[in-house]
Protein backbone atom coordinates (compact mmCIF):
# COMPACT_ATOMS: atom_id res chain seq x y z
CA UNK A 1 0.00 0.00 0.00
CA UNK A 2 1.49 3.25 -0.98
CA UNK A 3 0.62 6.72 1.16
CA UNK A 4 -1.68 7.50 -1.26
CA UNK A 5 -3.94 4.31 -0.86
CA UNK A 6 -3.25 4.67 2.57
CA UNK A 7 -4.91 8.27 3.01
CA UNK A 8 -8.02 7.14 0.98
CA UNK A 9 -8.77 4.17 3.09
CA UNK A 10 -8.69 6.19 6.24
CA UNK A 11 -10.27 8.22 4.57
CA UNK A 12 -13.43 6.55 3.91
CA UNK A 13 -13.34 4.32 6.96
CA UNK A 14 -13.55 7.59 8.97
CA UNK A 15 -16.95 8.67 6.93
CA UNK A 16 -18.03 5.44 7.61
CA UNK A 17 -17.72 5.37 11.25
CA UNK A 18 -19.34 8.76 11.41
CA UNK A 19 -22.04 7.81 9.36
CA UNK A 20 -22.74 5.22 11.81
CA UNK A 21 -22.48 6.93 15.38
CA UNK A 22 -23.71 9.85 13.59
CA UNK A 23 -26.85 9.50 12.26
CA UNK A 24 -28.73 7.93 15.22
CA UNK A 25 -27.58 11.23 16.87
CA UNK A 26 -28.69 13.46 14.00
CA UNK A 27 -32.56 11.47 14.57
CA UNK A 28 -32.77 11.54 18.34
CA UNK A 29 -31.92 15.41 18.25
CA UNK A 30 -34.78 16.31 15.56
CA UNK A 31 -37.42 14.01 17.19
CA UNK A 32 -37.70 15.30 20.29
CA UNK A 33 -41.05 16.48 21.78
CA UNK A 34 -42.53 17.43 18.81
CA UNK A 35 -43.79 13.65 17.52
CA UNK A 36 -47.19 14.12 18.95
CA UNK A 37 -46.77 11.27 21.53
CA UNK A 38 -46.61 12.94 24.76
CA UNK A 39 -49.00 12.83 27.43
CA UNK A 40 -50.80 16.17 26.50
CA UNK A 41 -51.05 15.46 22.78
CA UNK A 42 -54.08 15.03 21.15
CA UNK A 43 -55.66 18.25 23.42
CA UNK A 44 -56.34 21.95 22.41
CA UNK A 45 -57.22 23.67 24.82
CA UNK A 46 -59.50 27.20 23.99
CA UNK A 47 -61.67 29.64 25.54
CA UNK A 48 -64.83 31.73 24.55
CA UNK A 49 -65.55 34.85 26.35
CA UNK A 50 -69.25 36.07 25.46
CA UNK A 51 -68.73 39.90 26.06
CA UNK A 52 -72.41 39.95 25.76
CA UNK A 53 -72.90 38.03 29.17
CA UNK A 54 -69.97 39.97 30.95
CA UNK A 55 -70.69 42.18 33.34
CA UNK A 56 -68.76 45.91 32.64
CA UNK A 57 -68.52 46.57 36.47
CA UNK A 58 -67.45 42.90 37.42
CA UNK A 59 -63.99 41.62 38.93
CA UNK A 60 -65.04 38.09 39.74
CA UNK A 61 -62.81 36.66 36.78
CA UNK A 62 -59.74 39.21 37.81
CA UNK A 63 -59.34 38.49 41.81
CA UNK A 64 -59.49 34.86 41.31
CA UNK A 65 -56.89 35.11 38.87
CA UNK A 66 -54.64 37.24 41.26
CA UNK A 67 -55.45 34.93 44.25
CA UNK A 68 -54.87 31.12 41.84
CA UNK A 69 -51.47 32.48 40.30
CA UNK A 70 -50.06 34.82 42.97
CA UNK A 71 -50.12 37.26 40.57
CA UNK A 72 -48.13 40.40 41.31
CA UNK A 73 -49.92 43.65 42.15
CA UNK A 74 -48.56 46.62 43.71
CA UNK A 75 -50.89 49.07 43.11
CA UNK A 76 -48.20 51.41 40.57
CA UNK A 77 -48.96 50.91 36.98
CA UNK A 78 -45.75 50.64 35.94
CA UNK A 79 -44.80 47.35 37.68
CA UNK A 80 -48.56 45.50 38.15
CA UNK A 81 -49.06 42.55 36.07
CA UNK A 82 -51.92 41.12 34.61
CA UNK A 83 -52.65 37.48 33.48
CA UNK A 84 -56.41 38.66 32.50
CA UNK A 85 -57.34 42.89 32.17
CA UNK A 86 -60.35 44.51 31.35
CA UNK A 87 -59.33 47.11 28.53
CA UNK A 88 -62.10 49.75 27.04
CA UNK A 89 -61.90 49.29 23.18
CA UNK A 90 -63.32 52.07 20.70
CA UNK A 91 -64.52 51.06 17.52
CA UNK A 92 -63.41 52.80 14.43
CA UNK A 93 -66.14 51.35 12.26
CA UNK A 94 -68.55 53.28 13.72
CA UNK A 95 -69.41 56.78 13.99
CA UNK A 96 -70.56 56.77 17.57
CA UNK A 97 -67.37 55.87 18.87
CA UNK A 98 -69.15 53.38 21.51
CA UNK A 99 -66.38 52.42 24.21
CA UNK A 100 -66.86 48.67 24.84
CA UNK A 101 -65.24 46.81 27.50
CA UNK A 102 -63.24 43.42 26.95
CA UNK A 103 -61.45 40.75 28.73
CA UNK A 104 -57.88 40.46 27.40
CA UNK A 105 -55.63 37.61 28.19
CA UNK A 106 -52.99 35.76 26.27
CA UNK A 107 -54.46 33.91 23.48
CA UNK A 108 -52.32 30.76 23.51
CA UNK A 109 -51.81 31.70 19.81
CA UNK A 110 -51.19 28.07 17.40
CA UNK A 111 -48.16 30.66 16.07
CA UNK A 112 -47.11 32.66 19.20
CA UNK A 113 -44.67 34.85 18.30
CA UNK A 114 -43.23 34.93 21.94
CA UNK A 115 -42.37 31.55 21.30
CA UNK A 116 -40.71 31.98 18.14
CA UNK A 117 -38.53 34.63 19.94
CA UNK A 118 -37.29 33.54 23.30
CA UNK A 119 -33.78 33.04 22.86
CA UNK A 120 -33.37 30.33 25.44
CA UNK A 121 -36.56 28.64 24.57
CA UNK A 122 -38.19 29.27 27.84
CA UNK A 123 -41.43 30.32 26.44
CA UNK A 124 -42.85 27.34 24.45
CA UNK A 125 -46.00 25.73 23.54
CA UNK A 126 -47.43 22.84 25.06
CA UNK A 127 -48.76 19.95 22.91
CA UNK A 128 -51.85 20.68 24.03
CA UNK A 129 -51.64 24.47 22.62
CA UNK A 130 -51.11 26.38 25.81
CA UNK A 131 -48.33 28.59 25.52
CA UNK A 132 -46.05 28.40 29.07
CA UNK A 133 -43.30 30.24 30.01
CA UNK A 134 -40.37 27.80 32.28
CA UNK A 135 -39.26 30.14 34.65
CA UNK A 136 -35.78 28.43 35.69
CA UNK A 137 -35.33 28.91 32.09
CA UNK A 138 -36.32 32.95 31.45
CA UNK A 139 -32.95 34.92 31.39
CA UNK A 140 -35.14 38.10 31.72
CA UNK A 141 -34.43 39.96 28.49
CA UNK A 142 -38.14 40.17 27.50
CA UNK A 143 -38.20 39.67 23.55
CA UNK A 144 -41.64 38.16 24.41
CA UNK A 145 -42.79 40.80 25.44
CA UNK A 146 -42.08 42.68 22.68
CA UNK A 147 -42.93 40.13 19.92
CA UNK A 148 -46.52 39.28 21.71
CA UNK A 149 -48.99 41.81 19.61
CA UNK A 150 -51.88 41.53 22.41
CA UNK A 151 -49.56 43.09 25.17
CA UNK A 152 -50.59 40.13 27.03
CA UNK A 153 -46.57 40.07 28.27
CA UNK A 154 -45.84 40.97 31.61
CA UNK A 155 -42.12 41.48 33.20
CA UNK A 156 -41.61 41.06 37.22
CA UNK A 157 -39.72 44.29 38.08
CA UNK A 158 -40.39 43.20 41.38
CA UNK A 159 -41.21 40.50 43.45
CA UNK A 160 -44.69 40.14 44.58
CA UNK A 161 -45.50 40.63 48.22
CA UNK A 162 -48.39 38.81 48.45
CA UNK A 163 -48.11 35.30 48.57
CA UNK A 164 -52.18 34.41 48.66
CA UNK A 165 -51.84 30.83 47.24
CA UNK A 166 -48.89 28.85 48.76
CA UNK A 167 -49.27 25.79 46.83
CA UNK A 168 -48.14 27.78 43.67
CA UNK A 169 -45.12 29.27 43.11
CA UNK A 170 -44.96 32.61 42.92
CA UNK A 171 -42.12 34.47 39.93
CA UNK A 172 -38.70 35.95 41.32
CA UNK A 173 -37.75 39.05 40.03
CA UNK A 174 -36.24 39.21 36.47
CA UNK A 175 -38.87 36.97 34.80
CA UNK A 176 -41.59 37.59 32.23
CA UNK A 177 -44.68 35.95 32.97
CA UNK A 178 -48.20 35.50 30.90
CA UNK A 179 -52.02 33.35 31.87
CA UNK A 180 -51.03 30.13 31.39
CA UNK A 181 -54.78 28.59 30.95
CA UNK A 182 -54.06 27.60 34.79
CA UNK A 183 -52.70 24.63 33.20
CA UNK A 184 -51.82 23.32 36.60
CA UNK A 185 -55.08 23.51 37.41
CA UNK A 186 -56.00 21.64 33.56
CA UNK A 187 -53.15 18.63 34.36
CA UNK A 188 -55.62 17.93 37.62
CA UNK A 189 -58.76 17.95 35.40
CA UNK A 190 -60.11 20.92 36.79
CA UNK A 191 -61.19 24.23 35.24
CA UNK A 192 -59.24 27.86 35.08
CA UNK A 193 -60.05 29.63 37.95
CA UNK A 194 -61.24 32.77 36.05
CA UNK A 195 -63.75 30.42 34.60
CA UNK A 196 -65.14 29.16 37.91
CA UNK A 197 -65.18 32.15 39.44
CA UNK A 198 -67.51 33.64 35.92
CA UNK A 199 -69.81 30.89 36.55
CA UNK A 200 -70.00 31.54 40.23
CA UNK A 201 -71.40 34.96 39.78
CA UNK A 202 -74.07 33.32 37.29
CA UNK A 203 -72.93 35.70 34.28
CA UNK A 204 -71.33 32.30 32.68
CA UNK A 205 -69.08 34.67 29.93
CA UNK A 206 -66.65 32.36 29.95
CA UNK A 207 -65.96 29.28 28.53
CA UNK A 208 -63.26 27.14 28.52
CA UNK A 209 -62.53 23.51 26.83
CA UNK A 210 -61.03 21.08 24.32
CA UNK A 211 -61.59 22.37 20.88
CA UNK A 212 -60.56 19.26 19.52
CA UNK A 213 -63.12 17.39 21.39
CA UNK A 214 -66.27 17.70 18.71
CA UNK A 215 -68.41 17.46 21.99
CA UNK A 216 -66.99 20.34 24.36
CA UNK A 217 -69.17 23.42 25.14
CA UNK A 218 -66.04 25.62 23.58
CA UNK A 219 -66.57 23.98 20.12
CA UNK A 220 -70.18 23.84 19.57
CA UNK A 221 -69.71 27.93 20.56
CA UNK A 222 -66.91 28.54 18.09
CA UNK A 223 -68.69 26.01 15.55
CA UNK A 224 -72.25 27.75 15.65
CA UNK A 225 -72.02 31.14 17.19
CA UNK A 226 -70.37 34.12 15.11
CA UNK A 227 -67.33 33.88 17.07
CA UNK A 228 -64.17 36.62 16.38
CA UNK A 229 -60.64 36.77 17.36
CA UNK A 230 -58.43 39.68 17.78
CA UNK A 231 -56.87 40.57 14.75
CA UNK A 232 -57.09 37.24 12.81
CA UNK A 233 -55.18 39.25 9.88
CA UNK A 234 -51.47 38.54 11.84
CA UNK A 235 -51.90 34.82 11.58
CA UNK A 236 -51.37 34.51 15.43
CA UNK A 237 -54.29 31.98 14.94
CA UNK A 238 -55.26 32.57 18.79
CA UNK A 239 -57.41 30.16 20.51
CA UNK A 240 -59.56 33.05 22.69
CA UNK A 241 -62.60 33.85 21.10
CA UNK A 242 -64.95 36.31 21.48
CA UNK A 243 -68.94 36.92 21.01
CA UNK A 244 -70.11 40.23 20.56
CA UNK A 245 -66.92 41.91 20.22
CA UNK B 1 17.54 51.71 44.58
CA UNK B 2 14.23 51.75 44.68
CA UNK B 3 12.00 48.58 45.99
CA UNK B 4 9.86 48.41 42.72
CA UNK B 5 13.88 47.32 40.87
CA UNK B 6 14.69 45.76 43.45
CA UNK B 7 12.11 43.50 43.12
CA UNK B 8 12.48 43.10 39.68
CA UNK B 9 16.24 42.40 39.67
CA UNK B 10 15.73 39.83 41.93
CA UNK B 11 12.97 38.19 39.67
CA UNK B 12 15.22 38.58 36.85
CA UNK B 13 18.57 37.71 38.30
CA UNK B 14 16.60 34.72 40.24
CA UNK B 15 14.34 32.38 38.33
CA UNK B 16 14.28 29.80 41.14
CA UNK B 17 12.29 32.74 43.63
CA UNK B 18 10.50 34.00 40.82
CA UNK B 19 9.26 30.05 40.12
CA UNK B 20 8.65 29.51 43.86
CA UNK B 21 6.17 32.78 44.64
CA UNK B 22 4.33 31.26 41.24
CA UNK B 23 3.58 27.85 42.26
CA UNK B 24 3.36 29.19 46.08
CA UNK B 25 0.44 31.06 44.90
CA UNK B 26 -0.97 28.75 42.68
CA UNK B 27 -1.50 26.31 45.33
CA UNK B 28 -2.47 28.56 48.36
CA UNK B 29 -6.13 28.29 47.61
CA UNK B 30 -5.98 24.30 47.62
CA UNK B 31 -3.42 24.08 50.15
CA UNK B 32 -5.88 26.01 52.33
CA UNK B 33 -8.49 23.75 51.65
CA UNK B 34 -6.98 20.28 52.75
CA UNK B 35 -5.25 22.30 56.03
CA UNK B 36 -8.41 24.01 57.36
CA UNK B 37 -10.35 20.44 58.32
CA UNK B 38 -7.39 20.25 60.71
CA UNK B 39 -7.74 23.59 62.40
CA UNK B 40 -11.54 23.82 62.61
CA UNK B 41 -12.14 21.16 63.98
CA UNK B 42 -15.35 19.64 64.42
CA UNK B 43 -17.24 21.10 61.31
CA UNK B 44 -16.98 17.84 59.59
CA UNK B 45 -19.80 17.56 56.99
CA UNK B 46 -21.25 14.40 58.32
CA UNK B 47 -22.14 16.48 61.08
CA UNK B 48 -23.84 19.21 59.61
CA UNK B 49 -26.20 16.69 57.95
CA UNK B 50 -29.89 17.37 58.20
CA UNK B 51 -32.32 16.40 60.39
CA UNK B 52 -34.26 13.68 59.31
CA UNK B 53 -38.05 13.83 59.97
CA UNK B 54 -39.18 11.29 62.60
CA UNK B 55 -42.30 9.30 60.75
CA UNK B 56 -42.30 8.52 57.01
CA UNK B 57 -40.59 7.60 53.82
CA UNK B 58 -38.82 9.72 51.84
CA UNK B 59 -39.67 9.36 48.13
CA UNK B 60 -36.02 7.44 47.80
CA UNK B 61 -33.17 5.96 49.67
CA UNK B 62 -31.56 8.48 52.03
CA UNK B 63 -28.23 8.27 50.20
CA UNK B 64 -29.81 9.07 47.15
CA UNK B 65 -31.62 12.22 48.23
CA UNK B 66 -28.91 13.41 50.31
CA UNK B 67 -26.76 13.59 47.49
CA UNK B 68 -28.94 13.71 44.01
CA UNK B 69 -32.16 15.56 45.19
CA UNK B 70 -31.15 18.11 42.96
CA UNK B 71 -31.06 15.66 40.04
CA UNK B 72 -34.38 14.16 41.27
CA UNK B 73 -35.98 17.81 41.45
CA UNK B 74 -34.50 18.85 38.27
CA UNK B 75 -36.26 15.55 36.47
CA UNK B 76 -39.41 16.41 37.92
CA UNK B 77 -39.35 19.98 36.94
CA UNK B 78 -38.84 18.77 33.17
CA UNK B 79 -41.79 16.64 33.20
CA UNK B 80 -44.34 18.92 35.12
CA UNK B 81 -43.38 22.10 33.11
CA UNK B 82 -42.79 20.52 29.74
CA UNK B 83 -44.71 17.62 29.50
CA UNK B 84 -47.78 18.34 32.41
CA UNK B 85 -47.35 15.28 34.08
CA UNK B 86 -48.05 15.63 37.97
CA UNK B 87 -46.66 13.03 39.78
CA UNK B 88 -46.31 12.24 43.67
CA UNK B 89 -43.26 13.97 43.97
CA UNK B 90 -43.17 17.94 44.10
CA UNK B 91 -41.87 20.75 46.46
CA UNK B 92 -44.32 21.06 47.98
CA UNK B 93 -44.41 17.57 49.23
CA UNK B 94 -40.90 17.72 50.51
CA UNK B 95 -42.50 20.32 53.31
CA UNK B 96 -45.02 17.73 54.50
CA UNK B 97 -42.03 16.09 56.16
CA UNK B 98 -39.09 18.28 56.21
CA UNK B 99 -41.35 21.13 57.26
CA UNK B 100 -39.02 24.42 57.66
CA UNK B 101 -36.28 24.65 55.02
CA UNK B 102 -33.69 26.05 57.78
CA UNK B 103 -33.58 22.91 59.58
CA UNK B 104 -33.67 20.70 56.50
CA UNK B 105 -32.01 22.71 53.80
CA UNK B 106 -30.19 25.61 54.87
CA UNK B 107 -28.27 24.17 57.24
CA UNK B 108 -26.64 21.83 54.80
CA UNK B 109 -26.54 24.18 52.21
CA UNK B 110 -24.61 26.79 54.08
CA UNK B 111 -22.10 24.29 55.12
CA UNK B 112 -21.02 23.32 51.95
CA UNK B 113 -21.73 26.90 50.73
CA UNK B 114 -24.23 26.52 47.84
CA UNK B 115 -27.00 28.82 47.28
CA UNK B 116 -30.58 27.84 46.67
CA UNK B 117 -32.50 30.03 44.87
CA UNK B 118 -35.86 27.36 44.61
CA UNK B 119 -37.38 29.71 47.55
CA UNK B 120 -37.76 32.72 45.73
CA UNK B 121 -40.56 31.40 44.06
CA UNK B 122 -41.91 28.20 46.07
CA UNK B 123 -42.99 28.67 49.45
CA UNK B 124 -41.24 26.89 52.38
CA UNK B 125 -41.19 28.53 55.55
CA UNK B 126 -38.08 29.06 56.90
CA UNK B 127 -38.79 28.68 60.90
CA UNK B 128 -41.83 27.82 62.39
CA UNK B 129 -42.49 31.62 63.06
CA UNK B 130 -42.02 32.24 59.30
CA UNK B 131 -44.88 30.24 58.18
CA UNK B 132 -47.33 31.96 60.89
CA UNK B 133 -45.85 35.83 59.41
CA UNK B 134 -46.92 34.46 55.68
CA UNK B 135 -50.47 33.40 56.90
CA UNK B 136 -51.11 36.54 58.49
CA UNK B 137 -50.41 38.45 55.04
CA UNK B 138 -46.59 39.72 55.96
CA UNK B 139 -43.17 39.78 53.67
CA UNK B 140 -41.24 37.30 52.85
CA UNK B 141 -37.36 38.60 52.74
Known amino acids: MNRRKFFEKSGAA ?39 RC ?98 RYFNYLENPDWPNKDFPRRSHGVAESCTFCAHRLDQGRQPACVEACRATGNGALTHGDLNDSSSEVSRLVAEEPVKTIREDWGTAPKVYYLGL | MSIQEKVSSLFRDNNRVAVLVFVLVIIAPFGYSVVRPVFTQGSSTDEVFLDIPDEGECVRETAYMRYHHMDLLKEVREDVIRNGIRGEISVNGCRECHTYRGQFCNQCHEAVTLHVDCFGCHYYPESPEDSVRLESGGHDE
Open chain 1, 14 to 52: LACTSCVFGLPLLSSCSAREEDGSGPLAGRRWGMVIDLN
Open chain 1, 55 to 152: ADDCTACLDACRQENNVAYHEDERWDIHWIRRVNVSSEEHDDHSEKSVLLLCNHCDNPPCAQVCPVQATYKREDGIVVVDHHRCIGCRYCMIACPYNA
